[in-house]
């Protein structure tokens, strides 16, 4: 499998290799369906994990689980070995991660929105550039008044915060509107309603969870199971995205070492650009091109070259070419982007013969001395060594039991974070105007009782005094003068207590 540093591929009228210290120059797998294009993958990540390479793959189909299993050579392996003259051909097994978004079928995976942040949302979410603007608007506030953006529920909270401040916040910030805030909302609950609350969230994966090397110096291969997962084809791509940005973001700078610190598989790669805005696929091309001096490796596994646009297929050195078929003028138009993209080779022509290529077969072509290509050559690909296939639920799950990060994600956790915050300042506000509502109804009732005291008082219904009340008013402006003598004195601090 390894030879002076190389990944045995197959033999065409020679052995074809793939240089380690080339491997993270990154790679192109394509083909038809039912070409081979996932024993191809297999192979690849089997020769990466013997090198002490770890390696994360997409597995769409569960096919490649079979990797954590013994190989129980089949017959068209073993002739398959013989018609290569691969005789050092021998079952083997591999380490293996299962990992799932979901949490069912291998450990859960999280990230929190914080991490994946408004452009790579505002995709997943398919927001025009209004409603992206306000996105933006949205993690700027969050950034300045210190809210922590971990799940929906912080995104939902802070959202109708917005809503409620909008004069405040449009003054500041720029134009927020009602109706942009309610489209964003509604994007949410369909995401929600495909799972991606169990994607949100912490414990957030750690980026060295998927570079573990075994005792035995062998890269773990992280398998994502993505059966599921394809349902949301937008969640798949901006999530593989991410992780791709993120690897970018936390690894330190390498150049060019002798083997990759990490290889990534992105199968299913023509979801990532479906309708993807000139944005982000610059952003996109940034990533790939920049992401080789971080020692990773990023491999595209598509159907057609026509998949990847030109920007990044140039930064694309390894390629693995399947069968493709040329029934219509797009499928021909393939042909001819993938026979383009190779060096020649004298022997053939490459656009001919891809498509008359047999199931696992292929037209390879890697980068050799200097990084040059080499010529292209009709090429059938070696045979795995491990299992070829799925592996069974209960091989999965115990697996999954002795994984060395067991334990880790398995139970999400729900720290103080926006929600909680703009809740209490919700709940804080609401006491505040209730207080304030008492106060005044106080106020208000103590003004109509003054009324109501001065409404009951005896209404005089003549200005002449009868005798007795002449009286009773003289009696009464005698004690008043008496107490306001006594009181003025006792104030200025007269001895004389009365006259």
Same mark, same amino acid.
């Given at each position: 499998m390894l030879v002076d540093d190389k990944i045995f591929l197959g033999t065409s009228t020679q052995p074809e290799n793939l240089v380690l210290k080339y491997g993270n120059r990154h790679g192109l797998i394509t083909g038809a369906t039912g070409t081979g294009k996932t024993v191809?993958?297999?192979?690849?990540? +089997?020769? /990466?994990?013997?090198? !002490?390479?770890?390696? /994360?793959?997409? %597995? =769409?189909? !569960? #096919?490649?689980? !079979?990797?954590?299993?013994?190989?129980?050579?089949k017959p068209w392996q073993t002739q398959r070995a013989q018609d290569i003259g691969f005789t050092e051909f021998a079952d083997a097994q591999f380490p293996v991660i299962f990992w799932d978004l979901f949490g069912r079928q291998g450990h859960p995976i999280r990230a929190t929105i914080s991490e994946m942040g408004a452009l790579l949302l505002s995709r997943m979410l398919e927001l025009n550039d209004t409603q992206e603007g306000v996105l933006n608007i949205a993690f700027k506030v969050a950034d300045d008044e210190g809210l922590l953006l971990l799940d929906l529920k912080d995104l939902r909270a802070l959202l109708v915060d917005l809503q409620n401040r909008a004069k405040e916040i449009s003054a500041t910030y720029g134009n927020v509107t009602t109706a942009s805030i309610g489209a964003i909302q509604r994007a949410l609950l369909v995401l929600e309603q495909q799972g991606a609350e169990n994607f949100f969230g912490e414990r957030a994966l750690d980026i060295n969870d998927l570079m573990r090397i075994d005792r035995d110096g062998r890269g773990?291969?992280? =398998?994502?199971?993505? %059966? +599921?997962?394809? &349902?949301?084809? &937008?969640?798949?791509?901006?999530f593989l995205l991410w992780m791709l940005s993120e690897l970018f973001e936390e690894l330190p700078e390498v150049g060019d070492p002798d083997r990759p610190k990490m290889v990534f598989f992105f199968d299913e790669a023509h979801l990532l650009f479906d309708d993807a805005p000139k944005a982000l696929i610059d952003k996109v091309e940034q990533v790939v091109r920049l992401v080789r001096s971080k020692g990773v490796g990023v491999y595209f596994v598509t159907q057609n070259p026509v998949d990847i646009p030109e920007s990044v297929l140039a930064q694309l050195g390894n390629r693995i070419q399947h069968a493709l078929r040329a029934y219509t003028p797009r499928e021909q138009k393939a042909v001819r982007v993938a026979a383009e993209t190779f060096r020649p080779n004298p022997a053939f022509s490459t656009e001919d013969v891809i498509t008359q290529l047999g199931i696992g077969e292929a037209l390879v072509s890697v980068l050799e001395a200097k990084g040059v290509p080499s010529m292209v050559g009709r090429t059938l690909i070696r045979p795995p060594s491990a299992q070829v296939g799925p592996i069974l639920p209960e091989e999965r799950r115990s697996y999954i039991a002795n994984s060395p990060v067991a334990g880790v994600y398995d139970t999400a956790v729900d720290r103080d974070s926006a929600f909680e915050v703009l809740a209490r300042r919700a709940r804080d506000k609401q006491l505040?105007?209730?207080?304030?509502?008492?106060? +005044?109804? %106080?106020?208000?009732?103590?003004?109509?009782?003054?009324?109501?005291?001065? #409404? #009951? &008082?005896?209404?005089?219904?003549?200005?002449r005094q009868t005798p007795a009340e002449a009286a009773m008013n003289s009696l009464a402006r005698t004690v008043a003068n008496r107490l306001g003598s006594a009181l003025v004195r006792g104030i200025l601090g007269s001895l004389k207590r009365g006259r």
């Open positions: 191809t993958l297999q192979v690849l990540a +089997e020769g /990466f994990s013997a090198a !002490g390479v770890p390696v /994360f793959a997409a %597995d =769409i189909k !569960g #096919d490649l689980s !079979g990797v954590a299993n013994m190989g129980q050579a773990f291969i992280s =398998i994502l199971a993505a %059966d +599921e997962l394809m &349902r949301a084809p &937008r969640l798949y791509a901006t505040a105007e209730e207080r304030q509502q008492r106060e +005044e109804e %106080d106020a208000k009732a103590e003004r109509a009782a003054e009324r109501r005291y001065q #409404d #009951d &008082r005896p209404v005089r219904r003549s200005t």
